[in-house]
């Protein structure tokens, strides 16, 4: 899916480990969403392969630089996915979470995942937007800013 100024969304797979290693190598801050991305180079790589090798992923490129990241783990006997974005700070607030975070979810419906899963902090007012915007249910919430918040989407067929 192309969005214009060289921008493309794409779903990828483990050929795309190392430009997902490098885009969270530049992400600030590290280990500010539940301790991730992790902040130590050795345990984040670990983890980039670790999501990569066990999830449909999505990238989110300028030229052939990833500057987003979406990830879904799906459970298929449950038909349900647990879902991360990650976007660069520089490329936050210009709608690209939306349309990278749509793109997924189409995707995931597509293939029959029903439903999405994901958490999110309670202080982070541009995730909860796009999340609200999206129809997601928050089943419980927590005032205070360090905790996160739970919610799901039920996927229509």
């Known amino acids: 899916m192309r969005l214009g ?4 969304i794409d779903p990828c797979g483990m050929e795309a480990c190392w430009a997902v290693q490098r885009m969270y190598d530049a992400f600030e801050p590290k280990g500010s969403v539940q301790g991730m991305p992790p902040v130590a180079d050795y345990a ?10 066990v999830s449909w992923n999505f990238v989110l490129r300028q030229g ?5 990241h979406a990830a879904a783990i799906v459970d298929r006997r449950r038909g349900e996915a ?4 990650f976007i660069l700070p520089a490329y936050q607030r210009q709608g690209l979470g939306s ?5 997924a979810l189409d995707y995931l419906r597509q293939r029959g995942i029903k439903r999405v899963v994901l958490e999110v ?3 982070n007012s541009g995730a909860l937007n796009l999340y609200r915007k999206l129809s997601l249910r928050f089943p419980r919430t927590n005032d205070a800013p360090r905790y996160s918040a739970a ?3 039920e996927l229509a067929a």
């Open 5 to 8: 100024f060289g921008l493309r």
């Open 44 to 53: 984040r790589n670990t983890w980039v392969e670790a999501i990569m090798g």
């Open 64 to 68: 052939h630089r990833v500057v987003g």
């Open 82 to 85: 647990e879902y991360l974005v």
């Open 99 to 103: 349309a990278l975070t749509g793109l």
């Open 121 to 123: 902090r309670n202080d």
């Open 151 to 153: 919610c799901c989407l």
